[in-house]
């Protein structure tokens, strides 16, 4: 294999070559003129329409805010009547429930009296209140006389240790 030269340079590109990339470069140029007038022609006309735009778009906002107000008002009413029928309906209840209650006990105490009606034989009532009978008095004790405290005599070690 031949070496090759350290400062050598590949000839040029073929002319059909340079003649390639001389057309691409005009299509490239005459391309970012034509989007450039194109972009200049739509800001002229966003320029000319944007201020009817905004407007056509802030009406359209604002029917938007009016009919969300009237929306937001028909819900309230109806949220309101809903909770009006909450309460009747919890005040109704509250009221049943209390009348079964009283039913109940009602019946329970009919019941119990009738249980105490058959447990207990009828006897007939005393003219006068039966008292238990009272437990016997019994006799105070003797009193016992008071003696004093006898002191126990000192040994002989006590005595000697005391002095005397």
């Given at each position: 294999?031949?070496?090759k030269?350290?400062?050598?340079?590949?000839?040029?590109?073929?002319?059909?070559?340079?003649?390639?990339?001389?057309?691409?470069?005009?299509?490239?140029?005459?391309?970012?003129?034509?989007?450039?007038?194109?972009?200049?022609?739509?800001?002229?006309?966003?320029?000319?329409?944007l201020?009817?735009?905004?407007?056509?778009?802030?009406?359209?906002?604002?029917?938007?805010?009016?009919?969300?107000?009237?929306?937001?008002?028909?819900?309230n009413?109806?949220?309101?009547?809903?909770?009006?029928?909450?309460?009747?309906?919890?005040?109704?209840?509250?009221?049943?429930?209390?009348?079964?209650?009283?039913?109940?006990?009602?019946?329970?105490k009919?019941?119990?009296?009738?249980?105490?009606?058959?447990?207990?034989?009828?006897?007939?009532?005393?003219?006068?209140?039966v008292?238990?009978?009272?437990?016997?008095?019994?006799?105070?004790?003797?009193?016992?006389?008071l003696?004093?405290?006898?002191?126990?005599?000192?040994?002989?070690?006590?005595?000697?240790?005391?002095?005397?």
């Amino acid at each position: 294999m031949p070496k090759k030269r350290a400062g050598t340079r590949k000839k040029s590109k073929s002319k059909s070559a340079k003649t390639k990339t001389s057309k691409s470069k005009t299509a490239k140029k005459s391309s970012a003129a034509k989007t450039k007038k194109a972009t200049k022609k739509t800001i002229e006309t966003l320029e000319v329409k944007l201020p009817e735009l905004l407007t056509q778009n802030f009406v359209s906002l604002q029917k938007v805010m009016i009919k969300l107000t009237s929306d937001l008002e028909t819900l309230n009413t109806k949220i309101s009547k809903l909770l009006d029928l909450f309460e009747t309906s919890a005040k109704s209840l509250a009221k049943e429930d209390l009348e079964l209650r009283e039913k109940a006990l009602k019946i329970k105490k009919a019941e119990i009296m009738q249980a105490q009606k058959v447990s207990e034989p009828k006897l007939p009532k005393p003219s006068k209140p039966v008292l238990p009978p009272k437990p016997p008095v019994k006799a105070p004790a003797r009193p016992v006389p008071l003696q004093k405290p006898v002191k126990p005599e000192p040994t002989s070690k006590e005595y000697k240790k005391s002095g005397v």
